[in-house]
């Protein structure tokens, strides 16, 4: 979501091979061929490929912004605004990334997948998380500046809006009762556009149609391991 926003603002034309994940093809050999580990994205640039990364989105925001010189607000050359864009982006891997995405898979893909709602008490710890991290993004790294590293936006806004859009996607608007952080998006949203933003986010607005997915198509088998994990 944050590269295809990413790749529109700034008219770079990549060419997209999209493995379907829900049926678990990038699991299969031929996206074998690209990564080793099977995880998406993935950036080929000619001979070069950026892959087998802890982070795949966050390395690939960075390299296209310098090979693309991309305004310099997007990913600043200025050492302290650079480095308040590294520690957000360091930040949001282990809170709000996670704790939005585990809201996503609790209220939307595994009631999908399992036909039953999550237990109340993990539904409740997750969602408790992730109003943790919220207020911290608010107190800490937003403040009272239009965006995090100041006036203008830069790749930590991107990546911090589609992290809070996944849990807002199963029906749970993060932004309610939150002025400040509503009044960002409003922002954020602006900076991009709104036919680019609701693009990049047209998939998971659409989680509700995942019941009807499986049925048709069947439980992946990465799917079935992944939900063992969870509650084991």
Same mark, same amino acid.
């Given at each position: 979501?944050?590269?295809?926003? %990413? &790749?529109? &603002?700034?008219? /770079?034309?990549?060419?997209?091979?999209?493995?379907? +994940?829900?049926?678990?093809?990038?699991?299969?050999?031929?996206?074998?061929? +690209?990564?080793?580990?099977?995880?998406? !994205?993935?950036?080929?640039?000619?001979?070069?490929?950026?892959? *087998?990364?802890?982070?795949?989105?966050?390395?690939?925001?960075?390299?296209?912004?310098?090979? %693309?010189?991309?305004?310099?607000?997007?990913? !600043?050359?200025?050492? =302290?605004?650079?480095?308040?864009?590294?520690?957000? &982006?360091?930040? =949001?891997?282990?809170?709000?990334?996670? %704790?939005?995405?585990?809201?996503?898979?609790?209220?939307?893909?595994?009631?999908?997948?399992?036909?039953?709602?999550?237990?109340? #008490?993990?539904?409740?710890?997750?969602?408790?998380?992730?109003?943790?991290?919220?207020?911290?993004?608010? $107190?800490?790294?937003?403040?009272?500046? !239009?965006?995090?590293?100041?006036?203008? /936006?830069?790749?930590?806004?991107? +990546?911090?809006?589609?992290?809070?859009? =996944?849990?807002?996607?199963?029906?749970?608007?993060?932004?309610?009762?939150?002025?400040?952080?509503?009044?960002?998006?409003?922002?954020?949203?602006? *900076?991009?556009?709104?036919?680019?933003? $609701? #693009?990049?986010?047209?998939?998971?607005?659409?989680? $509700?149609?995942?019941?009807?997915?499986? #049925?048709?198509?069947?439980? !992946?088998?990465? &799917?079935?391991?992944? /939900? =063992?994990?969870?509650?084991?």
């Amino acid at each position: 979501k944050v590269l295809h926003m %990413h &790749l529109n &603002l700034h008219c /770079i034309k990549p060419i997209y091979i999209f493995p379907s +994940v829900l049926k678990g093809e990038q699991y299969g050999d031929e996206f074998g061929k +690209v990564s080793i580990i099977r995880k998406v !994205p993935v950036l080929k640039d000619g001979d070069f490929i950026l892959r *087998e990364t802890v982070y795949f989105s966050i390395a690939i925001l960075q390299y296209l912004a310098a090979k %693309h010189h991309t305004p310099d607000h997007w990913y !600043p050359a200025e050492l =302290q605004k650079r480095v308040r864009v590294d520690k957000f &982006l360091s930040w =949001q891997h282990t809170s709000i990334r996670t %704790h939005g995405s585990k809201v996503f898979w609790f209220r939307g893909v595994l009631p999908a997948v399992t036909g039953a709602p999550v237990p109340k #008490e993990k539904m409740d710890a997750a969602v408790k998380d992730l109003k943790v991290s919220l207020k911290t993004f608010e $107190d800490k790294f937003l403040q009272s500046r !239009p965006f995090i590293i100041g006036d203008k /936006i830069s790749v930590a806004d991107l +990546v911090a809006i589609v992290e809070m859009m =996944q849990p807002v996607g199963t029906g749970l608007d993060v932004f309610q009762g939150r002025p400040v952080l509503s009044a960002w998006r409003d922002r954020v949203k602006k *900076e991009i556009g709104v036919e680019v933003f $609701d #693009e990049a986010h047209k998939v998971i607005m659409n989680v $509700d149609t995942l019941p009807q997915t499986f #049925e048709n198509k069947g439980l !992946p088998e990465f &799917l079935k391991l992944r /939900i =063992q994990k969870m509650f084991n």
